[in-house]
């Protein structure tokens, strides 16, 4: 027989298929308990025993791996939610030992084993990734889960239970609306992170629910999610008022309006990647601490903010103008296709995201109405290219020290390391190059004063680019060079100079 419960049935034998294409049977005994202290205690899976949700996690998983899958999956659905899940059944980045389990929940379970209670895993995820979890924690006696064409959630998990333990038969934990049938038919409802909505359904339906404790989400998280000190890049938005020297109310309204929709419009596109890379930033040691990797922002919530902050980022671009809208648009496909496609490609992933900076001091030019130069344009793309691969030589260098294999998620291997590191000086260095040449256009004649003062700016520009790559080959480097320039007290002391030395220059 295949039942839709693959773990052991209450007072009875059962049969437990092990696989799909074979089958293996085994047969366990189990009795009905006298007392209520060896009552069966269930578990439900996403967003209780784990603060994630499966079917996004391997939705979005596979979506990195092959974008053009999103027609199959809505092949699947159309089919019914069982069908999708069945085809996301074997994502090949999945990790049971990198989920974050929730110590309440995981507390609750040894203490239930300790006093000899049977404990069961029960999920509408697929039966593929529960037993991959039940197995991997080791403490349930089985476990129920959807299949190929049933998906167990709800009422029909409800009666799953009851068919399985009788009703009133067992205590159940959960957290969810999808929860609430089985609440009702539990001897005992426990809950964690439920809803405002579903916790006052339940204190309806169940009185005496026992809710655990967790740690909710603050603006804090909610900001980190958003990588709002990530928006320091998008002053790059005010850099052509700056080298034109524009300095009028009009010009900075405008310029400040284009930074609010770059930020809103990176701050989706920075969700959505975090998505895709779930796996893979928890195995990071410090992405895995980041909101959505680590549980803290439910992946649903995650998700429901992709397209808020995508169209308050078009409504503020469309009320700057047409033309800085069309720039927008572009910096979102461009981003787009970086978090499914380009990342992966060993040197256009670096290319692209240096063209990613320099489309913002475009937007910045098209949101003022200033026509901008070929000479910071290609400034902008060596010095940002030289960050971009400090940044893969960071990466490169922490898989390194650590022994860990070449990555998965870039086409890189970890013996590019020092390949890395000349391409990043060569980018620098080539920056610094086109500085000196801008220096000697007729173009600064018509813009400074006393353009000679501007090449004391390059000594700075060499000073800086060296000492980047030298605390990165020590290991001392933030990941994101950025990042790490924002912090640092020589690097904001170096930015303060150049900035006095072009305001004497002019």
Request: aromatic share 8%.
């Amino acid at each position: 027989m295949h039942r839709t419960a693959l773990g052991p049935r209450y007072g009875e034998s059962v049969e437990r298929p092990y696989e799909d294409d074979e089958t293996h049977w085994t047969t366990l005994e189990i009795e009905t308990p006298s007392t209520d202290k060896l009552r069966p205690l269930v578990v439900d899976l996403d967003g209780t025993l784990i603060a994630s949700d499966l079917l996004i996690e391997t939705a979005f998983s596979e979506l990195g791996r092959r974008p053009h899958s999103l027609f199959e999956m809505l092949t699947a659905l159309s089919k019914g939610k069982a069908a999708l899940k069945h085809r996301l059944s074997e994502p090949v980045d999945f990790d049971p030992s990198t989920l974050p389990y929730d110590p309440e929940v995981l507390a609750l379970i040894r203490q239930a084993r300790a006093e000899g209670r049977p404990v069961y895993l029960a999920s509408a995820s697929h039966q593929r990734l529960v037993e991959s979890v039940a197995n991997h924690i080791g403490e349930f006696t089985g476990w129920f889960a959807s299949n190929e064409t049933t998906n167990l959630a709800g009422a029909r998990k409800a009666q799953q239970l009851v068919e399985a333990f009788g009703e009133r038969g067992f205590d159940y934990v959960g957290n969810d609306a999808a929860d609430l049938p089985v609440w009702e038919k539990a001897a005992k409802s426990i809950a964690i992170r439920t809803p405002a909505g579903v916790r006052k359904k339940l204190a309806r339906q169940c009185p005496e629910a026992e809710h655990l404790s967790h740690v909710r989400p603050t603006w804090r998280t909610w900001a980190k999610m958003m990588r709002v000190h990530q928006y320091a890049k998008n002053a790059l938005i005010f850099l052509p008022i700056l080298a034109a020297h524009l300095f009028t109310v009009e010009a900075f309204a405008q310029a400040l309006l284009a930074f609010v929709a770059f930020s809103l419009c990176a701050s989706s596109i920075y969700i959505l990647n975090d998505l895709v890379d779930l796996q893979d930033d928890r195995g990071h040691r410090s992405k895995c601490k980041r909101p959505l990797p680590s549980g803290a922002i439910p992946l649903m919530h995650g998700v429901i903010a992709i397209p808020i902050l995508f169209l308050g980022a078009l409504a503020v671009g469309a009320a700057v103008s047409l033309p800085f809208l069309g720039v927008l648009l572009g910096y979102f496909a461009l981003t787009t296709a970086y978090s499914f496609a380009l990342k992966r490609m060993m040197v256009v992933d670096v290319i692209t995201l240096a063209g990613l900076y320099s489309v913002r001091v475009i937007g910045g030019a098209v949101a003022t109405s200033i026509i901008v130069s070929e000479w910071l344009i290609a400034f902008c793309m060596m010095i940002f290219m030289s960050l971009a691969l400090i940044k893969r030589y960071v990466e490169l260098a922490a898989r390194r020290d650590a022994n860990l294999p070449d990555p998965t998620s870039r086409d890189y291997k970890n013996s590019d390391l020092d390949i890395v590191a000349a391409l990043a000086a060569a980018a620098g260095f080539n920056a610094v190059t086109i500085f000196a040449l801008y220096i000697s256009s007729d173009t600064v004649n018509q813009l400074y004063s006393h353009p000679q003062i501007l090449w004391l700016v390059g000594p700075l520009l060499m000073f800086w680019i060296a000492r980047a790559l030298m605390l990165a080959g020590r290991r001392l480097m933030d990941d994101d060079p950025v990042v790490f320039a924002l912090k640092d007290r020589v690097s904001l002391m170096t930015v303060a100079a150049a900035a006095i030395l072009i305001v004497a220059a002019v």
